[in-house]
């Protein structure tokens, strides 16, 4: 149980496109997710926490109007990397918190490559 | 949340134990030890937490200190899959449900 999955695993886009990942929790009701992003042999991290049906509050220094994040349901989150530049590239990771607990559960994450 | 200090690389030989220090010295009474770990390129991997007393799951054992100042995962029969960052983790279990990761350590499991 308490799977989480990533789609796409790998996308490469052209400079100024924007490109959505999805994140959904399989088999479970995830009322929290979280966005992370990880450069090459660098930690994680934490870019905003998303709560289902509210707006996402993001961390000191990321860009609210460049990384877009939906959570619409309780299965699904949504990050939109809006005009992308090549320094965008980088792996997003989500994971997600079901109610009633404090575990995170991350998905597989998505190799964003922005050429 | 408490900041955490773990050496950057170690190595130890297939079939031995693994012992990965962490040091959180300025750990407060309400925050737990979390590890993960982070095979390449895949998303991190719960491995264990705990409080003040000792852990063991199928997968590792958490030694944690009398003080809570450090503590040290055990991987008691370490495979090559083990190859990995294993990040320690201090965190208060509050509504916010953050975890931070710190730079965490290399392991290399050694045929």
């Known amino acids: 149980g308490a799977v989480v999955s990533q789609h796409p695993s790998r996308v490469i886009c052209k400079s100024g496109t924007s490109v959505k990942i999805e994140c959904r929790s399989l088999?479970?009701?995830?009322?929290?997710m979280f966005w992370y992003r990880q450069f090459p042999k660098q930690s994680l991290m934490l870019m905003a926490t998303?709560?289902?049906?509210?707006?996402?509050?993001?961390e000191q220094g990321v860009e609210k109007d460049k990384f877009l994040i939906n959570h619409a349901s309780l299965t699904l989150s949504t990050l939109t990397v809006t005009s992308a530049h090549p320094e965008d590239s980088s792996f997003y990771i989500c994971?997600?918190?079901?109610?009633?607990?404090?575990?995170?559960?991350f998905g597989p994450g998505t190799r964003l490559t922005v050429t | 949340d408490a900041k955490t200090t773990q050496p950057t690389s170690m190595d130890c030989a297939e079939g031995r134990a693994a012992n990965l220090p962490c040091n959180h010295s300025t750990i407060s009474g309400n925050e737990y030890v979390y590890w993960y770990r982070q095979i390449h390129s895949q998303g991190p991997q719960y491995i264990i937490h705990g409080l003040k007393n000792n852990e063991t799951n199928e997968m590792a054992s958490l030694i944690i200190t009398e003080d809570r100042k450090s503590s040290t995962l055990i991987l008691p029969h370490a495979t090559l899959r083990d190859t990995a960052v294993y990040y320690c983790?201090?965190?208060?279990?509050?509504?916010?449900?953050?975890?931070?990761f710190g730079s965490g350590t290399r392991l290399l499991v050694r045929p």
């Open positions: 983790i201090v965190r208060v279990m509050d509504s916010s449900y953050k975890l931070i």
């Open positions: 088999d479970f009701q995830a009322t929290t």
């Open positions: 998303s709560n289902e049906g509210s707006k996402a509050t993001y």
């Open positions: 994971s997600a918190r079901s109610q009633g607990t404090y575990e995170q559960y």
